[in-house]
């Protein structure tokens, strides 16, 4: 089914902040679209206020032509997975999930069915009578989103559903989210403050900083381009160095010049390097460095060298190479085109 | 399609005009009721079908105040009241300690044990210590009623100072230890203070309780020694129902009552009580 | 938890559980031996007399059926009540800080002073009654009536706001959302109160209809004031055989048998709610 979300000036106001400041998102059908901030920028009142948890201050939702923000929750039939998992404690598994297709008022034989099926999809099926203080944390949380799921919902809203999950089990669960998402092709928004999260999920991530929506954009996209400083910042680890701008070329602190792929005509935050697109060599390189210090974390190595007055992060892939020892002189060779950061400017000023 | 109010806003209304439609009708009206008839003019009357008194007069206040009974028994219920609470808040603190932080074999039977003066009709026990105070004479007396209320009051004091001292994580007593305090010390400036809150709570409630408290005081106390709720009774129960002086001692029951509430309300939180009274 | 040495634990519990060791357990035994001894010189003797007085004579056991009436009534009233009351105020922010303090007056309006407040208003010529006639309105007779409804109304009033109380804590501490969850599946609020909030909250349910019971049961200034004259109920009569007849063993023989029917009432209701399979639901709600 075609289904756009689509919401458009959604403002809400709490009684000292604003918490959401006239947000347009466009979601088209399937999209599998992250929302990303550090918290307090909106993320979860946005996601609620589609959910219809929340009333909006002002602004509209549509729903494929529909507008739907005056509608009470229990009628958008959206599906909502909650980082605290929500699985009512006093009923099983099948029951759980068979909940909202008895809202629906579904054939008995037919929730018996649907419901064996989502159970078999999360794999399951072999628990549906225990009760969720039975099961563990991955588990329950694969029965909400059965639950979820079954009830064949316009959209998914997920509300940092692995945030309560241990490292190695929201890998795990991550990986089967995103297979289910691709397979059922059902539009998903999905709030997370988890970078790497968003970036392995996501078709879209869209950047949210206090109450606005910051830039949006493929996790390839805003990684490697990003427009803004705090995307940049907020999207793995970047270096960002000052340098003299002309037209379209920049020269380093290091004497070096490069061009710029993105010229601006105003006065920018900085250049962005991220730290793997920095070589480093105890010999050959064009600028000169001494490493400070060395971080080796298995896969990769970190390094914070500095060079010409700045300090820049380094990282090299594993392999067998010596590791850099403090204090050592070495080389480092950029990239042949570098990226430009612009200053975000909020559309309010902050009260 | 335009929405005027959302959906959600316009039962919010409505439940709003109930809940204070319900608050007018059981709560205010008989309020002003009672307080008119403190007022009226007893020359005159206050008979149906007249609503409100024809005319007004402070006599009810004048006997009253110049009745030798009533503001003494409104002092006698403050010092009661007082010295209940404080009584029921020392007995309760250790035993409540107890409960909430060492581990033993009988805790449940103990728990049952201090449920107990909450599932026996408070009548049982007012009844039964009337007749053993009446052999040790100590009925008709203060330290009687003192006695026979706090046995009332200790249940839930312990309930709800457990539940506030559960709340308090062991690490502090153990860090307090570390740093040299003797286990009481640790124990009297750490979780003492900490446990405030409970304290709070339990004693406005135990006050209150105590202040209104009818069956074992009237079944200790009475004749002799008659706290202001028992006095009430005697303008309500007796021969004759003497309906403006018993408005009139009513305010003065209510008056220090409700003055407890509101500071009550803005102090404590709402959940402490609810956690000592909700389970059984 | 720390362990504790014998000693420290003993002296810990001494002044509470001993105060009440002393004063609520050796007279509650007290109560329950002399139940079965005579009056008069011969308190020494074990006799069934004042059971077989209880449970024979019709005006003491009209006054038993009457006791329990007027514990049931109100508690079955003041339920029905406090229910919807307790679901309204966990979804009404707004109107919850104002009303939620006022709706708690009644808590601490002594027994006596509500009796006092029904008397004012519903008796015969009290204000209700002014009111309504006037509009051809006859009131029925509800202050010192057959079926104790004034009693009854009393009783509620004050018990209502306790009610509500309890139950709204229990009914606060399920996780919101489990709540939302619902929402979003399609449960409309009645659904929500019925399914959800009830069940999980059914722990504050119980503790707050078994205290309501059990106070109203030896309730004795309510049904005095606003009671009929028959029956009278067993709070009543335990005071007059024993402060103005000196009956004591008789008075013994009643204490016990409503402390029966208490913790009759406190382990048939257990066994009920377990039975619905309520056994199995989690200390937390929602965790």
New interface residues.
């Given amino acids: 089914m075609e289904t756009t979300l689509s919401v458009r000036h959604l403002t809400k106001q709490f009684e000292s902040t604003r918490a959401l400041k006239g947000i347009n998102l466009e979601v088209p059908a399937g999209r599998f679209v992250t929302l990303l901030g550090p918290s307090g920028c909106g993320k979860t009142t946005l996601l609620r206020a589609i959910a219809g948890i929340t009333d909006p201050t002002a602004g509209e939702i549509w729903l494929a032509g529909r507008r739907i923000d005056a509608l009470a929750p229990e009628k958008r039939n959206f599906g909502m997975v909650f980082q605290t998992y929500a699985l009512f404690p006093h009923m099983n598994v099948e029951k759980n999930v068979a909940f909202g297709l008895e809202m629906r008022n579904v054939a008995k034989p037919e929730i018996a069915a649907r419901v064996a099926a989502a159970l078999e999809l999360v794999g399951l099926d072999q628990h549906a009578r225990r009760l969720p203080r039975q099961l563990s944390g991955g588990q329950q949380q694969r029965v909400a989103l059965a639950r979820a799921i079954v009830i064949e919902p316009d959209v998914l809203l997920f509300d940092e559903p692995l945030s309560n999950l241990d490292a190695k089990l929201r890998d795990s669960l991550r990986e089967d989210l995103r297979t289910m998402q691709r397979k059922l092709g059902i539009t998903s928004i999905y709030v997370t403050h988890d970078q790497s999260e968003a970036m392995a999920l996501a078709d879209e991530i869209v950047v949210m900083k206090d109450g606005e929506i910051v830039e949006r954009g493929t996790p390839v996209d805003l990684y490697r381009r990003p427009r803004f400083r705090f995307t940049a910042e907020f999207l793995g680890l970047t270096n960002v160095i000052e340098a003299d701008l002309s037209g379209s070329e920049c020269r380093l602190p290091w004497g070096a010049v490069r061009k710029i792929e993105n010229p601006a005509e105003r006065a920018s935050e900085g250049i962005a390097i991220r730290p793997e697109d920095i070589g480093i060599d105890a010999a050959k390189g064009e600028a000169d460095g001494v490493v400070e210090q060395s971080m080796f974390l298995g896969a990769s190595t970190h390094y914070w060298i500095s060079a010409a007055g700045q300090e820049l992060r380094v990282v090299t892939a594993g392999g067998q190479s010596d590791i850099l020892a403090t204090g050592q002189p070495v080389k480092l060779t950029l990239p042949p085109a570098l990226h430009l950061l612009k200053t975000f400017e909020p559309a309010e000023t902050p009260a | 399609m335009a929405i005027g109010m959302r959906h959600s806003q316009r039962t919010q209304l409505w439940v709003s005009l109930g809940l204070y439609g319900y608050l007018i009708l059981t709560l205010f009206v008989p309020l002003g009721v009672i307080a008119l008839w403190a007022f009226y003019d007893p020359a005159v009357g206050w008979f149906p079908p007249d609503i409100v008194p024809r005319s007004f007069s402070l006599s009810a206040w004048g006997d009253v105040l110049s009745d030798r009974h009533i503001l003494p028994s409104a002092l006698l219920s403050f010092f009661v009241s007082t010295v209940v609470t404080l009584l029921t808040a020392t007995l309760a603190f250790p035993t409540a300690w107890a409960l909430a932080q060492f581990p033993f074999r009988l805790k449940r039977a103990v728990e049952v044990f201090v449920l107990a003066p909450m599932i026996v009709p408070g009548i049982v026990v007012a009844v039964s210590l009337g007749e053993i105070f009446f052999g040790l004479g100590l009925a008709g007396t203060v330290q009687g009623i003192i006695l026979v209320q706090t046995v009332g009051t200790l249940p839930l004091m312990i309930r709800i100072l457990t539940a506030t001292l559960e709340g308090i994580p062991n690490e502090l007593i153990l860090a307090a230890r570390t740093l040299g305090a003797p286990p009481r010390v640790a124990v009297m400036r750490i979780a003492l203070p900490l446990a405030w809150p409970g304290f709070l709570a339990g004693g406005l409630l135990n006050f209150i309780a105590s202040f209104e408290e009818f069956e074992k005081s009237f079944m200790v106390g009475a004749p002799q020694v008659q706290t202001l709720a028992v006095r009430l009774w005697s303008y309500l129960g007796g021969e004759i129902l003497v309906l403006p002086t018993a408005a009139a001692v009513t305010f003065l029951l209510l008056v220090p009552m409700l003055i407890i509430f509101f500071i009550a309300e803005r102090l404590m939180k709402e959940d402490v009580m609810a956690a000592g009274l909700g389970k059984l | 938890?720390?362990?504790?040495r014998p000693t420290?634990?003993l002296?810990?519990?001494?002044?509470?559980?001993g105060?009440?060791l002393v004063?609520?357990?050796m007279?509650?035994v007290?109560?329950l031996v002399n139940s079965f001894s005579g009056r008069g010189p011969q308190t020494e003797v074990f006799t069934f007399t004042p059971w077989i007085t209880l449970l024979t004579t019709p005006v003491y056991l009209d006054g038993l059926r009457f006791s329990v009436w007027l514990a049931v009534a109100p508690t079955a009233l003041s339920l029905l009540i406090a229910l919807p009351?307790s679901a309204?105020m966990q979804?009404?922010e707004?109107?919850r800080r104002f009303?939620?303090?006022?709706?708690?007056?009644?808590?601490?309006?002594?027994?006596?002073?509500a009796?006092?407040?029904v008397?004012?208003?519903l008796d015969r010529?009290g204000?209700a009654?002014?009111?309504l006639?006037?509009l051809g309105i006859a009131l029925p007779r509800l202050v010192r009536d057959e079926w104790g409804l004034g009693a009854i109304i009393a009783s509620s009033?004050k018990n209502i706001p306790f009610m509500t109380?309890?139950i709204?804590?229990?009914m606060?501490?399920i996780?919101k959302?489990?709540l939302?969850?619902?929402?979003?599946?399609?449960?409309?609020r009645f659904?929500i109160l019925w399914r959800?909030q009830l069940?999980?909250a059914q722990?504050?349910i119980?503790?707050?209809v078994?205290?309501t019971f059990?106070?109203s049961?030896?309730?004795?200034?309510v049904p005095?004031?606003l009671g009929p004259s028959y029956p009278l109920p067993l709070?009543v009569h335990?005071?007059t055989e024993?402060?103005t007849k000196g009956n004591?063993p008789l008075?013994?023989a009643m204490?016990?048998l409503?402390?029966i029917v208490?913790?009759g009432v406190?382990l048939t209701y257990y066994a009920i709610i377990g039975s619905i399979g309520?056994s199995?639901?989690?200390k937390r709600?929602?965790?």
């Fill in positions: 938890m720390t362990p504790v420290t634990l002296l810990c519990l001494l002044p509470g559980v105060y009440l004063f609520f357990g007279p509650l007290r109560v009351l309204l979804a009404n707004t109107s009303f939620g303090s006022l709706y708690r007056i009644p808590l601490v309006v002594p027994g006596i002073v009796a006092f407040l008397l004012v208003m010529g204000m009654s002014r009111i006639t006037p009033w109380l309890i709204s804590g229990s606060a501490a996780n959302d489990v939302s969850a619902a929402r979003t599946l399609g449960a409309g659904t959800i069940p999980l722990p504050g119980t503790a707050a078994l205290l059990i106070s049961l030896g309730s004795f200034v005095n004031l709070s335990m005071y024993g402060f004591w008075v013994y204490g016990t409503l402390s208490a913790v406190l309520q199995d639901a989690p709600a929602g965790a």
